[in-house]
């Protein structure tokens, strides 16, 4: 198993461009969540997803879009890049809710200038 | 408001020592509690977890974690560090019952091991 893949590992933007970070799970686990992770404040969950076609909001969604329409994938799109979405971005997954551990990619660094 | 603290950004500690981070928590009911830790350019790894019984939690890496509920805290500790433990640690919760496994992290505290 590979467990849970995120592409690119870096990647540098101009603002107002546009672009899709990616993310892949090979466990079969119904839950995915992105977080972005900023210095002195943790990880901060942006976006969730416990199925197939069903997404929510997390507590920093503005600026980000996602959907599911497959288990495995679970891609984050930035529609406008802005400065203040610099980050590191993580993508994990968990077979369900109720507390699971939560598998965690490797992270994309983005920088947008 | 609910929050998760963790009052140490930064520890130095000698190799051989032992060590203890802090974490307090803020939420109405006894949240899921968990350590992960993220080793320099690398994802969040989990160290351990507790939802209920025994308040002493023993995870990998021979970390291990106490949990109180009348401090609300979950305090991660290891007798004797190794250089490997040199890593950024956090605290996270899940509240019970909420809608998916959303976690909620503290800041994090990096550690940083002397020889």
């Known amino acids: 198993n590979a467990g849970v893949t995120q592409t690119p590992k870096f990647q540098v933007l101009k603002t107002g461009q546009s672009m899709t970070l990616q993310c892949a799970q090979d466990?079969?686990?119904?839950?995915m969540s992105w977080y972005r992770q900023d210095p002195g404040m943790g990880l901060r969950l942006i976006h969730y997803?416990?199925?197939?076609?069903?997404?929510d909001q997390g507590e920093v969604p503005n600026g980000y879009n996602v959907s599911r329409s497959t288990t495995e994938d679970f891609p984050l799109r930035l529609l406008s890049a802005a400065p203040s979405q610099t980050s590191v971005y993580f993508c994990?997954?968990?077979?369900?809710?109720?507390?699971?551990?939560?598998?965690f990619g490797p992270g994309t660094r983005l920088t947008v200038l | 408001a609910q929050s998760v603290t963790q009052p140490d950004i930064h520890i130095t500690v000698s190799e051989g020592a032992s060590l203890e981070l802090r974490c307090n928590y803020s939420y109405g009911a006894t949240p899921y509690l968990f350590w992960y830790v993220q080793s320099p350019g690398q994802g969040l790894q989990l160290l351990l977890k507790?939802?209920?019984?025994?308040?002493l939690v023993q995870g990998i890496k021979g970390f291990e974690a106490e949990f109180k509920r009348s401090q609300s805290s979950f305090n991660l500790r290891k007798p004797s560090v190794h250089w490997s433990d040199a890593a950024e640690y956090f605290c996270?919760?899940?509240?019970?019952?909420?809608?998916?496994?959303?976690?909620?992290f503290g800041g994090g505290t990096r550690v940083l091991v002397k020889p």
């Open positions: 994990a997954s968990s077979p369900s809710g109720g507390g699971d551990e939560q598998f």
């Open positions: 996270a919760v899940v509240p019970w019952g909420a809608a998916g496994n959303k976690l909620t």
């Open positions: 507790y939802f209920s019984g025994d308040t």
């Open positions: 466990m079969n686990h119904e839950y």
């Open positions: 997803s416990v199925g197939a076609g069903i997404t």
